[in-house]
């Protein structure tokens, strides 16, 4: 594309002259008479040079060169005039003018202006594209770095960066707060330093220089947790090893929980076991006929063999109830709200009988106008059928019970309290967890297989409710349910 000329000058012979030389030379030219013509075809067309005499007969030049600077135009200038004299120059000078021709000028010497200009426009723009490459560069890099660095801090696992010369390089807050420094104190430290505390003796010879394979994976213990730990070697683009990143992942409470696998499987495999052998002891007196051949002395054993499948049977059903709301794990959000005043009554009357049966005294008291609570009916009447199911059990004969329901610090509280037998204090940490029951001679004879409260403690959480007990042994206990309104 051909250089861009455009000639301001009034004068047309000028104008024209111009034009005629840079045409020849194979420039685009263009000519304004005036100012304004200027600016009109300034603001259309993108010109490299503008050639601007200095006297205009709308606005002067230097104005024209004022409000082309304000247009930010790429185009390089040059002033012509017959008057010049130090203060035109200074004053084109300060609106950016690249260059002055003196009146009268040679063609050469236009020539020679102009070519310079058009470089100087073209190493003008160049400067500018690497500016901005340049710009945008540092604002990529400045990113990348802070983005980086924000991701490594808010890691969960503990990160930590060592280079060739094994010193750190980066430690999040997580790795700092392990070894008990700063993030900044570790920087540049050598990382046998960094580890020498106590308790770390299994992250250094993860580090350690006499084996470094690509990827090392091992399980810690520091302190009281335990961690999941990895050793990676990271490579320059040339592939040579540049440093190692060691994560750590906090697997405490995945190892605390596997371990509870096997533990639930033996305690369940044990409730299974004890009562199937007692049952098959209850029916082997009948198929040995160790009573003789009648039938009405077996009956007392295959009563209590039914009793004790009885058991069973509710056993599986617990069991099934815990696993289903630990598949489940939140509670279903579409389930309607209780309406804990008709919940409340419908669960009290169907242990009415059981009730009776103990001869208690069983007090239920609602607190009129009671907004829902957010939790499933059915969800909310297992939790109460446990916990009174265990204050009527757990009761002396002829004793007390209060169940309850009020507003209280924006929840809905639901309290069951019998001055049954109470809980030992050192047992009460215990209470809600799978098969834990209290062994003491007052329970010895009352049957129960420990899922209840580990079942009532589930659902209450898994709607963002609290369960809490107070008991003193040999005066009685409460169970405190705390639940959310719906507003
Ligand atoms: P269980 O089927 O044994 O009743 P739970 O999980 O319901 O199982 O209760 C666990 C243990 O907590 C019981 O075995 C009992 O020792 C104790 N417990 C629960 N509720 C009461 C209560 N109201 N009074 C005294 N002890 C209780």
Redesign the pocket.
Known sequence: MPTRVLVIDDEYGVRSGIRQILELEGYAVEVAENGRQALDLLDTHNFDVALIDYQLPDIDGLTLLSSMRSRKLATSTCMITAYANIDTAIAATRQGVDFFLPKPFSPDDLLGVVETLARHKLLKEEAEKLRKENEANLLALATEKSQTASLVASLHDAVLVINREREVVLANQVMAALLGRSPTELLRMPIDTALAGDGFAGLTGLLSEQDQPEQKVAELAIGDSIFFASVVTFHGTDGAALGRILTLADVTLLRKMAMEKPRFIRTMVHEFRSPLGAIRSLIEVATEKSLGDKLEPYLPYLERADHRIDRLVELIGELLSLSRIDLERTANASEPPTDVATAVAMTVDLYRPKIAARKLDATVLVEANLPRARIGDEDFKTILG??L???I???REGGNLLVSAKQSSGKILVE?A?S????KSE?LPR??EEF???K?AE?RD???????????KRLVERTGGKIE?E?TVGV??V?RVSLAPVS
């Open positions: 446990n916990l199911g265990n204050a059990k757990y009761c069951v019998d049954g037998i109470g809980i047992n209470l809600f834990f029951r209290e003491r329970t009352i049957d129960g297989n420990g899922l209840g409260l580990a079942i009532v007990v008991s009685g206990s169970f």
